[in-house]
Every structure is written in C-alpha cells, then in structure tokens.
C-alpha cells in the first residue's frame, strides 16, 4: 500500500469514476491508474468498485468504508508537512480563502489588508465561489478556511463559527416612489419588479420565506450571484434591489437610496468554518483573529478536541 493508491482512490471518486480524469489530475497513465487499483484490491483481498467490463460505476460496501479511511490517512499526511512547514518558516507558505464575491468584497478588504501587514511573505489566496463550492473545498483540504451565509453548517466535518450578522435592505434609483413612504413594508416592496440573489446566495432563502410567511408572491424579475451587478440594473430601471445592506456604499452608489428594512427581513449570520482534522499553521489562526477576535487559537482548538466523557 502506498500515497500514490490512496490519492488514486480519492481522485476516482471525485472525479466520478471516470479514471481518464483521474489520470490527466493525477499526471499518469489510465492504465496506471487501473494498476493501482487492482494491486490494492490484490493486498486487500476486497474489491473496492462497482465494475461494469472496464468501467467503474460506484463503490463496494468494503470501498464505501475503505474512502472514509483513506482520506483520513491523506489528510493526516498533508498535515505532518503542514507541521514541518509550521517549525521551518513560520512567517511563510499559502493561505487558501474559499468564500463568496459578498464577502470578498464587502466583508475581507480590511481583514485582508491587516494580515498582510503583519504576514507579507504569505500567499493568500481568494477564492471566490458557491456556499456549496466553498464546503467541497474546505473538505478536501483544498482550502484552509471557508466564509459564507449558506452550506458551512450542514457538513459534519465541517467546525463553523459566527462571523458577523446583517440583514437585507432595498435599494431604489433616486426618486423612486418606495423611498418617499414614512415606513417601507413587504406589502409595497412587493407591488414593483424586484432584481435580488440568485438561490442558494447571501441570504436568498430568507428573503423567500419572509414573503411566503407573510402570504406575498414577490415578482422577482432578475437573480444574480453578487450586489454589483444588482446594483447596475437597478440604476438602469428594470426594478428594485434586495441586497446585503453592507454591500451599499454612499459615495459609490450616488444614484442609488438604501431603504432600511430591518424590521422586515431577519438577519443572517455569515460563517466561518474550518475543516475537522485540517492542521492550521499559526498564520491561519492569525487571520481567524482579524476576522473575530473572539475567535482565538486557543478557542478554536478546544472547540476542535473531542469531547471526553467523565
């Protein structure tokens, strides 16, 4: 048995089976691939695949175990060379930052320009994507923390912690009727075309069940992924916007009026999440701290340590 066999297992899942793209992920062969496959089943004495002639569709009873094993075992290595690097230059290496365009945008510039200050010689990296992309990344190690509204607490091997809260507003071109009412409600948002979040982003699901909670069908003409490009065609007339109220900038958005709406929408927490097992090197925990103070090293590793029974 050996890390190469393991990788492939991983990989063949990920990819779905299909072992041409394992081998083009894996830089080799498909024939080396299925060679290693087969000599690890050989050690075994199980077979870890679902096989139809020479294709794979889908795991054994033994596989389903074998995988849970197998990516323990690989983040475990990845972890012993995260602990050496740690020791040899603890000031340097990549920091991976899975999250979406709001948060990148709206809530990181400040964090981000802080631990860069304090840690010039380490690679940070912004990866913008779904709530759902940033939970497959923080769970196969690709990246170090995750941020997001969606997604990061429904993963058991996912440790999330509250970021920071904040609720929807409207926003209207300048002159709209909405903005001359002494009170804005559900009722009067919901007489005009309204552009907001596509599903599945920055707090769309609560948006939704606050109209069908309240017996309103919302005319909702156009989704999108971030509040720019809300924004933009709010400007242009093609209806109102929903957005995070943070993602509202006064000297930016001159022909735009934010409408408080606090006492309509519910608020939302934004997670942060890191994966259980993952070994975080101390810059890391750094940038968790810019993030929440309260979220210090020590308060992360005991919420990391298994529970012991008296």
Not at 47 to 62: A, H, I, S, W, Y
Not at 286 to 304: G, H, T, V
Request: charged share 20%; aromatic share 8%; net charge negative.
């Amino acid at each position: 048995m050996n890390f190469q066999q393991l990788r492939i297992i991983r990989e063949t899942i990920r990819r779905n089976f299909n072992l041409t793209e394992v081998a083009n992920a894996l830089f080799t062969s498909q024939s080396g691939v299925s060679k290693h496959i087969k000599d690890l089943e050989d050690e075994l004495g199980v077979e870890l695949f679902v096989r139809r002639g020479k294709r794979f569709l889908g795991l054994t009873e033994p596989g389903k175990e074998l995988v849970v094993i197998v990516e323990r075992m690989l983040i475990d290595a990845n972890n012993l060379r995260r602990l050496a690097e740690q020791f040899a230059n603890r000031d340097q290496g990549n920091l991976c930052i899975a999250t979406t365009h709001t948060q990148a945008r709206y809530a990181l510039p400040q964090v981000v320009r802080a631990f860069k200050s304090a840690f010039p010689k380490v690679h940070l990296v912004l990866h913008q994507g779904s709530p759902n992309e940033i939970a497959t990344m923080l769970q196969s190690g690709e990246a170090d923390v995750g941020i997001a509204t969606e997604a990061l607490q429904q993963a058991p091997e996912l440790l999330p912690f509250p970021f920071y809260s904040w609720h929807h507003a409207v926003i209207v071109p300048e002159g709209h009727p909405l903005a001359t009412l002494p009170k804005l409600s559900l009722e009067a948002i919901a007489e005009h075309p309204i552009i907001t979040y596509h599903e599945g982003f920055t707090g769309r699901t609560k948006i939704d069940s606050t109209f069908a909670e309240a017996g309103l069908v919302p005319d909702i003409v156009m989704s999108a992924l971030d509040a720019d490009v809300i924004k933009t065609y709010v400007e242009l007339g093609m209806g109102i916007g929903v957005i995070a109220a943070m993602a509202f900038d006064p000297a930016r958005d001159t022909g735009l009026r934010l409408l408080d709406c606090a006492h309509l929408f519910p608020f939302n927490t934004t997670w942060l999440a890191i994966r259980r097992g993952h070994y975080l090197r101390g810059f890391v925990y750094r940038f968790i701290e810019q993030c929440s103070p309260q979220l210090s090293e020590s308060y992360i590793k005991n919420a990391l340590a298994p529970v012991r029974e008296e």
